[in-house]
């Protein structure tokens, strides 16, 4: 397969950075750009961490899918962090709507 040339994905309008694994023919994605998104948190890395912490104290093995790749941030250097297939981001995102869910029910909402 050819080198995949775009970087970033749009997601509701919001970049995310990914990156294309020649050997293992899969996208990796920021997981915190996708976190981002879904969010919409100005304590973005604090949010990150204890969703987390939550899925390592359920013994979830989705914190063993996590890994840590260098992305372009906008300073326009590379720094490490926490990257995902597609399907793992596919999981974060249902843990987080799930985690939303519950959120919202224990507020009266639903």
């Known amino acids: 397969m050819t080198k995949k040339e775009n970087n ?11 990156f294309w694994d020649e050997k293992q023919e899969k996208w990796y994605f920021s997981v915190v ?14 949010y990150w961490d204890d969703l987390k912490r939550k899925i390592k104290e359920e013994g979830g093995q989705l ?18 962090s926490d990257a995902a297939d597609t399907k ?5 995102i249902r843990l987080f709507l799930e985690e939303n869910c519950y ?3 224990k507020k009266g909402r639903y």
């Open 63 to 80: 914190s063993e899918k996590i890994g840590q790749l260098k992305f372009l941030a906008k300073d326009g250097k590379y720094y490490l």
């Open 88 to 92: 793992t981001v596919f999981r974060i």
């Open 103 to 105: 959120l919202e029910r």
């Open 8 to 18: 970033l994905a749009l997601f509701s309008g919001q970049e995310i950075r990914r």
């Open 33 to 46: 750009d996708v976190v981002t998104v879904l969010a919409q948190t100005e304590r973005l890395r604090k």
